[in-house]
């Protein structure tokens, strides 16, 4: 599966508007980095990621990004802080921009983007961390989505991801959603712990986006409502009728194991979904890390010590599918979730310790 760099961005179309800004007016240099969707239904032509780099003048440049598309351009801030650009795709209707700096938090940019069709309401958080203003959220994360596996019209089992924050708040997020779809992105963390995350997936046919919180939540490292879309495509083999879901995003921060042992000296995989598979394999976790499954059925699986993932291979009891199954370990949760693919259809894994 390609996984997809974000922020690779190309000049489609430029506009500029300048706009007279008093001496007086303050706003903050730095970059802002945001996310525009609709908040009255999901969809995936209309949401996506923003970053607006600014100067103390009230000038500014921006990226925009929806699906597949990438837009720059640049303009100014009045004296209210308000900035107006019109977009003209090549290849489609005129993009308005509205922007507007907090009056109250000028480290906050709220806005819209619109089309003659939709109206998306637009956030962006400016990065405040530096080499004198360490983030306290820098560290390693795993997340997880769990998904319904009772539900075939829609991947049933849990999308998983790991995320990395340094000193600076420059997050990195490594995804794998639950029907294989992967992605990787650069994002900052802002003051208040919120972390835009935003991806296009099936060549432009689907996306998925959140404003993820690190460490908000006192039973979750990691919270959020993670919006994941796929169109209606016949030609695909996997849930070719497209779905669109809204799922809570659950995570953990993640210390490596001292001795590159994982924490777990046995436990049992639990497999349910998919093709109404429901069977559990017990296994122990010698000194070395290795996995002995105390099973009939075969299974082979490793665990990542250094990012909390693990993978592997089982097959089926008294059958002769075997099903590729991978997850992430959520040690504040004290179990792991995962997914496994089966045929067309997806379900869930998961860990828990016994």
């Not at 432009?204 to 919006?227: C, F, I, K, R």
Request: charged share 20%.
């Amino acid at each position: 599966m390609k996984k997809f760099l974000l922020f690779g961005f190309v000049a489609i179309s430029t506009v500029i508007l300048s706009l007279s800004v008093k001496a007086d007016l303050t706003v903050s240099k730095g970059t802002y980095y945001g996310l525009f969707y609709e908040t009255n239904g999901t969809w995936h032509h209309s949401s996506g990621i923003i970053t607006i780099s600014t100067t103390t003048s009230g000038s500014y440049s921006a990226r925009l990004q929806i699906g597949f598309d990438r837009y720059r351009f640049s303009s100014h801030f009045n004296s209210d802080g308000h900035s107006s650009v019109d977009l003209h795709p090549f290849s489609g209707n005129r993009i308005s921009i509205e922007l507007q700096i907090d009056q109250s938090d000028s480290d906050l940019i709220t806005g819209t983007v619109s089309t003659a069709d939709w109206d998306a309401e637009l956030f962006a958080d400016r990065a405040v961390f530096n080499k004198n203003n360490l983030c306290p959220d820098q560290g390693k994360y795993t997340m997880a989505v769990p998904g319904d596996f009772s539900d075939n019209s829609a991947p049933g089992g849990a999308s998983t991801a790991t995320i990395k924050v340094d000193k600076k708040g420059r997050g990195t997020i490594s995804a794998e959603m639950a029907d294989g779809s992967r992605f990787t992105m650069t994002t900052y963390v802002s003051k208040a712990g919120q972390v835009p995350m935003y991806a296009p997936l099936y060549f432009d046919h689907g996306s998925v986006y959140s404003w993820l919180q690190l460490n908000g939540a006192e039973d979750s490292d990691v919270s959020g409502v993670v919006t994941w879309i796929k169109r209606e495509n016949h030609f695909d083999w996997n849930y070719p009728d497209g779905f669109s879901l809204q799922q809570n995003a659950i995570g953990s921060r993640y210390v490596p194991p001292p001795h590159g042992s994982v924490d777990i000296s046995a436990a049992t995989l639990e497999f349910n979904g998919g093709n109404d598979r429901s069977f559990t394999n017990h296994i122990t976790i010698d000194e070395r890390n290795r996995v002995h499954n105390d099973s009939d059925n075969r299974l082979g699986m490793s665990f990542s010590t250094s990012s909390g993932s693990f993978g592997g291979s089982v097959r089926v009891p008294d059958d002769f599918d075997s099903l590729g199954f991978r997850g992430v370990v959520l040690q504040k949760e004290n179990f792991g979730l995962g997914h496994f693919f089966d045929r067309t259809k997806v379900g869930e894994v998961r860990l828990v310790p016994e």
